[in-house]
């Protein structure tokens, strides 16, 4: 399923159904090696490159279990998609992506 | 040059990674997927292409000022170097710990509680290393990289 969106109304498509919430978490960790780098880029500053990374596989992750949940109800498509993130570990990302499942139909023109 | 065609399992992977295998097809797919490594495998290389592509996007001037750093002779050399030393200098520590510890004049039981302690935390660390070794290859999401 490719339809994910952040708002609420699908262009050109009419929501016939709602299927509920859909949600998918993730929490990552890159190894001490990285970590050791990544303080060291966050004395002398700049992007710390691992914690982007870090942070993207977390997000990504997270929408695609949100994706697959929606997928398992029959859905075909998300609107209102959000994506958090949490505080549970030092140099861990922590992401939390959540939306409604909705069945939907194409509009006629 | 031949064609070359895709297995039925391949089709099956790819109807399963874009959603296009229908309620029954998928929960006999999945059932398949806890049982058969080789099949978990190609879901895994198709979520990474998919993630791959998904993620693409033009790179920035600073990557190729940023790889241009990383491959220069004394970049590669300083980080080199200095891993090997902080590798040696904490081997180094800990024998000092472990001689301080033998030295020390202490009851045979307080050195036995501190070798359990440091033997315990170190099989639970070699688990985890064991177990994230065994499904490195099963992690599609090492390949995103912003």
């Not at chain 1, 159904?17 to 001490?32: F, N, P, T």
């Not at chain 2, 180094?92 to 359990?116: K, N």
Request: neutral net charge.
């Amino acid at each position: 399923m490719k339809n994910v969106y952040t708002t609420d109304h699908i262009p050109g498509k009419t929501v016939t159904e709602s299927l509920g919430l859909v949600r998918g978490s993730s929490v990552r960790a890159r190894h001490l090696g990285r970590d050791i780098s990544a303080f060291f880029k966050n004395v002398v500053g700049g992007e710390v490159e691992e914690y982007t990374k870090l942070l993207a596989e977390a997000r990504e992750q997270a929408l695609d279990r949100m994706v697959a949940e929606a997928e398992a109800k029959g859905a075909d498509a998300i609107v209102g998609v959000r994506f958090c993130g949490t505080e549970i570990q030092s140099g861990a990302a922590e992401m939390l992506a959540y939306g409604t499942a909705v069945r939907t139909r194409a509009d006629q023109s | 040059m031949s064609p070359v065609h895709p297995s039925r399992d391949e089709l099956l992977a790819m109807a399963y990674v874009d959603d296009q295998l229908d309620h029954d097809a998928r929960r006999e797919f999945e059932l398949r997927l806890s049982k058969e490594e080789h099949l978990a495998a190609e879901v895994v290389a198709l979520r990474r292409l998919d993630l791959i592509a998904r993620t693409a996007a033009p790179p920035e001037p600073i990557d190729f000022a940023w790889k241009r750093v990383d491959e220069s002779p004394s970049q590669v050399g300083a980080v080199g170097a200095g891993w090997i030393a902080t590798c040696l200098g904490s081997l180094g520590l800990a024998g000092i710990a472990i001689q301080l510890i033998l030295q020390a004049q202490i009851p045979l039981w307080e050195r036995a509680s501190i070798a359990l302690f440091v033997g315990g935390l170190t099989l639970l660390f070699l688990s985890v290393a064991w177990r994230r070794w065994k499904v490195r290859n099963m992690d599609p999401y090492t390949s995103v990289k912003r």
